[in-house]
């Protein structure tokens, strides 16, 4: 009893192994004759033959076959795959050169903005400074005069 209902895309079944009583020899020139049919894909090579084979090792061919088809499809899949990360990269090189362009024209609004606030800021300071001394002046002048205006009454009482 017993052979695996699965068989590996890179496992070689040989006629031999299946009990058989064919050998390696009949594989590679019964691939186009009358009295059997070779399976090959990915290294696979099945031997089929109806008349050589029972229920379990029909079985086994059956899967390998199932399994060769389903290797095309993984295939298929496979590629569908590659060309979903090949769209993906392309469109995320895309979206970084897009994003290097967007930073660097923000970047330069940025620094123009930040320039104009520094620039405004500086100003209003200075306008703050100039005032600042302006009433300082102002402060001094009317100190001097009430200084003088004290001296005078103080010369006035003596």
Do not use: Y
């Not at 020139?29 to 229920?55: F, I, K, L, N, P």
């Not at 970084?96 to 606030?117: H, N, V, Y």
């Not at 209003?124 to 003088?148: M, Q, S, V």
């Amino acid at each position: 009893t017993g052979f695996p209902v699965r068989v590996r895309i890179s496992t070689l079944i040989e006629p031999d192994l299946m009990g058989c009583g064919c050998s390696n020899d009949d594989d590679a020139g019964s691939q186009g004759s009358a009295g059997g049919a070779a399976a090959v894909s990915s290294g696979v090579a099945v031997r089929t033959g109806a008349a050589e084979m029972d229920g379990e090792e029909l079985a086994v061919v059956a899967a390998a076959e199932a399994e060769v088809v389903g290797s095309a499809e993984t295939e298929e899949h496979v590629q569908r795959i590659l060309l979903a990360i090949d769209n993906f990269t392309r469109k995320v090189s895309e979206m970084l050169d897009s994003g290097r362009a967007m930073f660097k024209d923000l970047a330069a609004d940025f620094e123009d903005r930040l320039c104009t606030i520094h620039k405004e800021r500086v100003e209003k300071w200075e306008e703050e400074i100039r005032e600042l001394r302006a009433r300082d002046a102002a402060n001094e002048r009317t100190r001097a005069i009430l200084h003088n205006a004290q001296l005078q009454l103080f010369h006035i009482r003596e």
